[in-house]
């Protein structure tokens, strides 16, 4: 599959962006286990063109994530323009436009999926910035803003016809935040409607590899977005990619190996940031990692694992927890 000249393999399997997650220590490890494209978290454009540093630094890829989406999110157009010339500068592959996410502070004031009411501002932003900038534009957005108005089947036409390279569905309305099952069947429709003609990125909901493979087969989308399932499990790509490739489950991964990825992401954390912030940000992906499922009375080492501040208080507990699994 290919987005404008990124050629993404067969099957290809991409990273969601995650405010608060997709750090390049992140991105590069699930790169490592086989992404086949990563996006950053969303970068405010109101920030970007304010020049705040904490946002600026967002913006920091290296050549190893490569492809890689930078993805911003705002409301105004000239902002939203400004910020895509920004972005352009900083030369990802791609620039993703996030009309997707469903938190009061971004789609309450009308950006995000905020402008799933708002379709005219919508399709003015995008065309604008497709028009902005050299690099390929994509969009990520959901079925409609609720169960009522799902609209996704004309909006994709629309959009396509604003000049995005691609689109990226997550199955749910914005009403619905992260409840409920994602559906599919329209992200279907949208793939199968014979006027679109960009590739169709399918997410939401893909946890296991056998999922994934019934997203290929059954919508024919053109890629899969894994998000929250990587949480505590950034090897799902190998697990997913192994099986799309050959149909077959991959052999066992051992627990020891998996503590020993949880351990690494501990150590690029820290050294993305500092022990105290390092490990603030990835232990709830270890306290969220199917690796420790089923271990009996898990509750008190999972909230011990939560309150952890230093590597050395992890570390213990990663040793504990070794003689359990
Ligand atoms: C903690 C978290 C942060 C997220 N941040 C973003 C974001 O910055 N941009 C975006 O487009 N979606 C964001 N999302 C949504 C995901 O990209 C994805 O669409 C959603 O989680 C559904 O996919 P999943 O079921 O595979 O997790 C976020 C989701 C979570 C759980």
């Known amino acids: 599959m290919k987005i404008k000249d990124i050629d993404l393999g067969k099957y290809p ?31 405010s454009s109101d920030a970007l063109i304010r020049s705040v540093s904490k946002t600026e630094q967002k913006l920091n890829i290296s050549d190893e994530e490569r492809p890689v989406a930078i993805q911003i999110y705002g409301k105004d ?37 905020g402008m799933l009411q708002n379709i005219p501002k919508m399709l003015e932003i995008t065309r604008a910035v497709a028009d902005a900038v050299k690099i390929p534009v994509t969009v990520k957005t959901r079925l409609g803003w609720d169960a009522g108005n799902k609209i996704i089947v004309d909006l994709a036409e ?25 559906d599919w069947t329209l992200i279907g429709e949208v793939k199968n409607n014979p006027r679109m003609h960009i590739p169709v990125i399918g997410n939401g909901d893909v ?3 056998q999922r994934a493979k ?30 799309l490739e050959t149909g077959e489950e991959m052999p066992p991964l051992s627990a020891e190996w998996k503590l020993n990825v949880l351990r690494r992401e501990v150590e690029d954390s820290v050294k993305l940031l500092d022990e105290r912030r390092g490990i603030l940000h990835v232990r709830r992906h270890l306290a969220a990692s199917p690796l420790f499922k089923g271990i009996p009375n898990f509750r008190d080492t999972r909230i011990a694992m939560l309150r952890a501040e230093t590597k050395e208080e992890l570390y213990r507990i990663f040793k504990e927890i070794e003689k359990l699994i």
Not at 216 to 239: C, H, L, N, Q, T
């Open 214 to 243: 019934e997203c290929f087969d059954r919508y024919g989308v053109d890629a899969i977005m894994i998000g929250r399932a990587s949480f505590g499990r950034p090897w799902i790509f190998k697990e997913v990619k192994h099986y």
């Open 77 to 113: 157009t000239d902002t939203m323009v400004e910020a895509a010339r920004i972005v352009e500068q900083a030369r990802p592959d791609i620039l993703d436009i996030n009309f997707g996410c469903p938190v009061k502070r971004v789609a309450g004031k009308g950006a995000g999926a």
């Open 207 to 209: 946890t296991t590899p």
């Open 13 to 43: 399997v991409l990273l969601a962006p995650m405010e608060d997650v997709t750090d390049p220590a992140f991105r590069l490890m699930c790169k490592g286990f086989g992404a086949d494209m990563v996006y950053t978290e969303f970068v």
């Open 158 to 182: 629309q959009l396509q016809d604003c000049g995005i390279a691609a689109l990226t569905i997550h199955g749910r309305t914005r009403a619905q935040m992260y409840t409920g099952e994602a």
